[in-house]
């Protein structure tokens, strides 16, 4: 057994020379140049919509419809009457201003900050993804009326409709939770509606529930299990209802949960007919130096164009705690 080893006497340690975060310590710190954020700025809703124009703060158009179905025939030489027609009808909504200030001093933009070039342009990227964060959260939320017409005070902040405000078809969960009853109940409707949903919007919690109803054991399925990867696989990403509509199944991290009420809700809808207008694109506008800073604007202004609101619906009452 070797014996303990000794210090040598005067010896100049790590210790003694100090490192960080000591005070006083002499050797260079080993800081990795990397800026790391784990904040979600996935929009999938916001970044997949088809993207158009807003001419102006009140965004407007128009739905119509066919005359019902009949089954009765037409005499031969049948005298001219008119048809009962419909007219269409506009549908409005009002823009909503999204915006974030910047203002970072120019001592720390000389500054070498790790993994950044520029404090000032490192705030202002975060800033556009806070936004459309701020705008996707907007599109979900569970009262979401907005001031659609416009007539907003000016001193209130415009507010957008969002799916919610538009009156798409609903029906409320049975159980208080996911259940491929409740969604294919509201398929139906939409089918019978005329809609052609491609997607299914969940919240996290709510993907949980939709998983555990259709691929556990108590549902009488069997989990898929990729034998040769020697891998169990618990998700489903595509579903078929009865009508052969076939859902993408997205996950949304900012669809609103519950967890004390039934107040929770997810989306079936069609995805080309949910639209953002931006009345004013996203745009940077640096401000004018008003001492030893840098100043700066993010903003966009866009509304939701919801094409026809039976396009769409949600099974609401969706309790995730």
């Given at each position: 057994m070797?014996?303990?080893?000794?210090?040598?006497?005067?010896l100049?340690?790590?210790?003694?020379?100090?490192?960080?975060?000591?005070?006083?310590?002499?050797?260079?710190?080993?800081?990795?140049d990397v800026?790391?954020?784990l904040?979600?700025?996935?929009?999938?809703?916001f970044?997949?919509?088809?993207?158009?124009r807003?001419?102006?703060?009140?965004?407007?158009?128009?739905?119509?419809?066919?005359?019902?179905t009949?089954?009765?025939?037409?005499?031969?030489?049948?005298?001219?009457s008119?048809?009962?027609l419909?007219?269409?009808s506009?549908?409005v909504?009002?823009?909503?201003?999204?915006s974030?200030?910047?203002?970072?001093?120019?001592?720390?933009?000389?500054?070498?900050?790790?993994?950044?070039?520029?404090?000032y342009?490192?705030?202002?990227?975060?800033?556009?993804?806070?936004?459309?964060?701020?705008?996707?959260?907007?599109?979900w939320?569970?009262?979401s009326?907005g001031?659609?017409?416009?007539?907003?005070?000016?001193?209130?902040?415009?507010?957008?409709?969002?799916?919610?405000?538009?009156g798409?078809?609903?029906?409320?969960?049975?159980?208080?939770?996911?259940?491929?009853a409740?969604?294919?109940?509201?398929?139906?409707?939409?089918?019978?509606?005329?809609a052609?949903?491609?997607?299914?919007?969940?919240?996290p919690?709510?993907?949980?529930?939709?998983?555990?109803?259709?691929?556990?054991?108590?549902?009488?399925?069997?989990?898929?299990?990729?034998?040769?990867?020697?891998?169990?696989?618990?998700?489903?990403?595509?579903?078929?209802?009865?009508?052969?509509?076939l859902?993408?199944?997205?996950?949304?991290?900012?669809?609103p949960i519950?967890?004390?009420?039934?107040?929770?809700?997810?989306?079936?809808?069609?995805?080309?007919m949910?639209?953002?207008?931006?009345?004013?694109?996203?745009?940077?506008?640096?401000?004018?130096?008003g001492?030893?800073?840098t100043?700066?604007?993010?903003?966009?202004?866009?509304?939701?164009?919801?094409?026809?609101?039976?396009?769409?619906?949600?099974?609401?009452?969706?309790?995730?705690?």
């Amino acid at each position: 057994m070797p014996g303990t080893q000794g210090v040598p006497t005067n010896l100049v340690s790590t210790f003694d020379a100090g490192f960080f975060p000591n005070a006083t310590g002499v050797h260079h710190e080993d800081l990795v140049d990397v800026v790391t954020i784990l904040d979600s700025f996935q929009t999938p809703m916001f970044s997949s919509a088809p993207k158009m124009r807003a001419k102006d703060v009140v965004h407007s158009w128009t739905v119509d419809t066919l005359p019902a179905t009949a089954t009765a025939g037409v005499v031969e030489g049948a005298d001219f009457s008119g048809d009962s027609l419909t007219t269409p009808s506009r549908l409005v909504n009002g823009t909503q201003i999204f915006s974030k200030h910047v203002i970072v001093s120019d001592r720390e933009r000389a500054a070498n900050p790790a993994g950044i070039s520029d404090m000032y342009e490192h705030q202002v990227m975060k800033m556009f993804k806070a936004c459309a964060r701020d705008c996707e959260a907007r599109l979900w939320a569970i009262s979401s009326t907005g001031s659609a017409s416009g007539a907003e005070a000016a001193t209130n902040a415009p507010l957008m409709a969002g799916f919610r405000g538009f009156g798409i078809t609903t029906s409320s969960s049975a159980s208080g939770g996911v259940t491929t009853a409740d969604i294919v109940t509201l398929s139906q409707t939409l089918f019978e509606n005329g809609a052609e949903p491609d997607s299914i919007w969940f919240a996290p919690a709510s993907k949980r529930q939709f998983v555990n109803a259709t691929v556990s054991s108590g549902s009488g399925n069997v989990r898929n299990i990729a034998a040769t990867d020697q891998r169990l696989v618990a998700n489903i990403d595509v579903f078929e209802t009865p009508f052969n509509q076939l859902y993408a199944v997205i996950t949304d991290r900012f669809i609103p949960i519950s967890t004390n009420s039934a107040s929770g809700a997810y989306y079936i809808g069609d995805r080309s007919m949910a639209k953002i207008a931006f009345f004013r694109p996203p745009q940077h506008t640096p401000m004018g130096k008003g001492g030893d800073h840098t100043r700066g604007i993010v903003l966009f202004e866009a509304t939701l164009q919801l094409d026809h609101p039976s396009s769409w619906g949600a099974v609401t009452g969706v309790t995730n705690g």
